[in-house]
T-cell receptor
Framework: GNSVTQMEGPVTLSEEAFLTINCTYT??????LFWYVQYPGEGLQLLLK?????DKGSNKGFEATYRKETTSFHLEKGSVQVSDSAVYFC???????????FGTGTLLAVQP | KAGVTQTPRYLIKTRGQQVTLSCSPI?????VSWYQQTPGQGLQFLFE???????NKGNFPGRFSGRQFSNSRSEMNVSTLELGDSALYLC???????????????FGPGTRLTVL
């Protein structure tokens, strides 16, 4: 079945550092891929998405490119801020059901 | 437009009790999905309702059930609570599933259930 694997956290960075959070997936067909962010005490917010191979999703300085050849969707940001501290979830949607399949989440802690 | 609301935000119950959680979707959204979030299992899909019908179900025991009303509001019920049911329960709404492509799911803040 479909699954998502993302790097374990926590990831601790200093402000203005470069961020990469790895995500790979297993899926039949051509799933859509997403990054969600969860701030403390809140629900999930969609950060960015890509619906087909080679699409690049971007939002708030974050980017991720849908790589079908490596089945990956790594999240990157050139310069993180303290306000980016949160848990990041990679997810996929595919098939005939309205169901998101999530990775385990990666806690990002950005220090001033 | 108001977002997805969930009530209550926090609940404390004891083993063996039952609990009902409520979710009000964004106005106009007809699909409501429920997810369970725990530190050990992460985010897991419980079920999805559309037009008062359960359309999809995750791999949870029958103690977990839900329903949807004609105004698209949804409730989920957990009977005979176990310690392992302690979790954040998230509700998400979307416009019209399976209408071609992905319909973004908008999440509520969740209900934190603690079972003692």
């Amino acid at each position: 079945g479909n699954s998502v694997t993302q790097m374990e956290g926590p990831v601790t960075l200093s402000e203005e550092a470069f961020l990469t959070i790895n995500c790979t997936y297993t899926a039949t067909g051509y799933p859509s891929l997403f990054w969600y962010v969860q701030y403390p005490g809140e629900g999930l917010q969609l950060l960015l998405k890509a619906t087909k191979a080679d699409d690049k999703g971007s939002n708030k300085g974050f980017e991720a490119t849908y790589r079908k050849e490596t089945t990956s969707f790594h999240l990157e940001k050139g310069s993180v801020q303290v306000s980016d501290s949160a848990v990041y979830f990679c997810a996929l949607y595919g098939g005939a059901t309205n169901k998101l399949i999530f990775g385990t989440g990666t806690l990002l802690a950005v220090q001033p | 437009k108001a977002g997805v609301t969930q009530t209550p935000r926090y609940l404390i119950k004891t083993r063996g009790q039952q609990v009902t959680l409520s979710c009000s979707p964004i106005s106009g959204h007809r699909s409501v999905s429920w997810y369970q979030q725990t530190p050990g299992q992460g985010l897991q899909f419980l079920f999805e309702y559309f037009s008062e019908t359960q359309r999809n179900k995750g791999n949870f025991p029958g103690r977990f059930s839900g329903r949807q009303f004609s105004n698209s509001r949804s409730e989920m019920n957990v009977s005979t609570l176990e310690l392992g049911d302690s979790a954040l329960y998230l509700c998400a709404s979307s416009l019209d599933p399976l209408a071609g492509g992905y319909n973004e799911q908008f999440f509520g803040p969740g209900t934190r259930l603690t079972v003692l």
